[in-house]
């Protein structure tokens, strides 16, 4: 039974029904620079996570393709590839993610990175690259499947180059669904680790830098004392349930933001399930 | 075999090498200009004297938080497969597919929400130094549970689509996805350790989709690492192994800093080594290289 037919539509609906409200709801009872905090945080933090999709499905791509050259021509280049893709992957992302930021600090303190674009492109990138393994890896699967296909052969035998066909026919032609939801699984992931480690790294990074500096998103926006505080004040929900209508009055800007975080995780995961569905991946 | 351990100890070298050259090469902080005071220093000293303890701790939670993921997400994954393909046969009424909907959606809240969400949230109401709360936190939160849940679920459905299990049907092998009914499923068998549910097809699809969901259990592995350290790093209790990685990171002590990094980075790489190693075991059971183990299994 297909009780949702196109559910990934139907939590796109969802997602940015939720988020109108929530900003309806903060315009009307949050205050005006907090309000407008909320807004910048939760731009920062979606345009982080489109160029950090992006960068990933680019590294993707080319180490995936490259991965299959390498061992179709039997080159040594293939077992030092796959060794590094492997290193990346046993690497807990938070670790590789705090050394990201540790060298912001240090680029911030030497003023190689100035402005607040080149600090999200930096993050993002960060984030990428201990991303763009899942890519890579469905980038190989696939064409591995589509290789062992009849068309690829009777391709070659009419004179196409083999990187024609591995990059249009079978990626571009043939898997953007695939390539599709990872791209959307990796925003959601993207979006987890960038609130993440805003969050934790709030306390600041080094004596020598102060990360106010930096844009703010919804993780930095959360760890900001009041915004820590709001949410404290969820857990005196607890103990004493009448408490629960000032939450969505006087906490607003901690709770709204949490709620942002966790309603954009809950629906892109839906929606990358949806496709997955929809496309019988 | 020697070639899986080899890989692994060549990764592991690898990136031990990399952080001995940074220890070399990164400046001790008590010869940096902005060095840590003099109490900073006694209280890193202080911090740092039960560090063995505290990786104990971690790797404890760890190993801990990852064998109840294990295990939640196939029990949650396959009682989600049933009511699935319980529903294909018998409708439920539009109130009820609601409810489940909105129960299913408010319960995903609390599944999704990153850890240091609930934890500063629980901060006022519980001991947010126990261990048990980090087990738990390292389960239920940050979407773990139910993002492997779903992966696991993907497997059986794809498993249950494929020929064998019409066959079986067709072959008088119990089919009926009904709670506690001769030819159905019994529910406690579901939430054993081992499930097992002989002479049905389920047994068969859930042995298949075991077998693998076992490579996803790496990533499963680094996932649930990345998880536990953001909620050690935003609980900021003192005596956390990422609590003191953070400040190590804050107070320039880069020697404490890698050998914290590395000392979770070997986690992950022995829990690699021993899925790969579980794989290969399986791999050469289903390849029938070892005849005698077959034969005893059967």
């Known amino acids: 039974m297909k009780r949702f037919p196109g559910s990934d539509i139907l939590w796109t609906v969802i997602w940015i029904s939720g988020l109108a409200a929530v900003m309806a709801w903060d315009s009307a009872y949050l205050n005006a620079p907090a309000f407008a905090q909320v807004q910048e945080a939760f731009l920062h933090s979606m345009i982080a996570g489109v160029v950090t999709v992006v960068l990933a499905l680019c590294f993707g791509w080319i180490a995936g393709v490259a991965l299959y050259f390498f061992e179709q021509r039997r080159s040594g280049w293939a077992g030092v590839l796959r060794f590094k893709l492997d290193l990346i992957r046993s690497m807990p992302q938070i670790l590789g993610l705090l050394t990201g930021y540790v060298l912001l600090t240090f680029f911030l303190d030497r003023g190689i990175i100035a402005t607040q674009t080149g600090q999200l492109l930096w993050t993002s990138f960060v984030i990428s690259i201990f991303l763009f393994i899942e890519v890579a890896d469905v980038i190989i699967e696939r064409i591995h499947h589509y290789a062992a296909s009849d068309f690829v052969p009777a391709m070659l035998g009419c004179g196409i180059g083999e990187g024609r066909i591995v990059n249009v026919e079978i990626l571009w032609r043939n898997c953007r669904a695939h390539l599709l939801n990872k791209a959307v699984s990796v925003f959601g992931m993207a979006i987890f680790l960038q609130c993440s480690v805003d969050f934790v790294v709030s306390v600041g990074l080094s004596t020598d830098v102060n990360l106010t500096n930096v844009p703010v998103t919804l993780g930095s926006l959360l760890a900001k004392i009041d915004s820590k505080q709001d949410v404290l004040a969820m857990g005196i929900v607890f103990t004493d349930p009448s408490y629960l209508p000032n939450l969505f009055v006087r906490h607003l800007q901690g709770v709204s933001t949490a709620f942002v975080i966790i309603f954009t995780l809950l629906c892109i995961a839906r929606i990358s399930e949806g496709i997955a569905k929809r496309y019988r991946l | ?298």
């Open chain 2, 1 to 298: 075999m020697k070639k899986i351990v080899a890989q692994h100890i060549a990764g592991l070298a690898a990136v031990g090498t990399v952080f001995f050259l940074l220890s070399l090469l990164l400046p001790d902080p008590r010869l940096h200009e902005n060095a840590l005071s003099m109490d900073a220093l006694a209280a890193q000293t202080h911090a740092s004297a039960p560090l063995g303890g505290m990786v104990f701790r971690f790797l404890f939670v760890y190993v801990a938080v990852m064998v109840l993921t294990y295990y939640g997400a196939q029990t949650l994954a396959l009682f989600r497969f049933v009511r699935t393909k319980q529903m294909t046969t018998e409708l439920p009424s539009p109130i009820a597919a609601a409810g489940t909907f909105v129960a299913w959606t408010i319960l995903s809240f609390l599944l999704f929400a990153p850890g240091y969400v609930i934890v500063y949230s629980l901060k006022s109401v519980v001991d947010t130094s126990s261990i048990v709360l980090m087990i738990v936190l390292g389960v239920v939160s940050n979407g773990v549970l139910v993002n492997y849940a779903g992966k696991f679920y993907a497997l059986l459905m794809n498993e249950s689509r494929k020929g064998y299990v019409q066959t079986a049907a067709v072959k008088n092998v119990h089919s009926s996805y009904c709670w506690n009914t001769p030819d159905g499923i019994r529910m406690r068998r579901m939430f054993r350790l081992q499930k097992r549910f002989p002479g049905h097809v389920l047994d068969h699809i859930l042995h298949n989709a075991r077998y693998q969901y076992r490579s996803t259990l790496k990533e499963q592995a680094s996932f649930v690492i990345t998880g536990l350290v953001i909620i050690e790093m935003a609980l900021n209790i003192q005596g956390h192994l990422c609590y003191e990685l953070l400040q190590s990171i804050l107070f320039k002590n880069y020697d404490s800093v890698l050998g914290i990094m590395f000392v979770i980075f070997c986690a992950v790489k022995i829990t690699d080594l021993a899925v790969d190693l579980w794989i290969w075991r399986a791999d050469r059971h289903y390849a029938n290289l070892e005849p005698d183990e077959a034969i005893s299994r059967q």
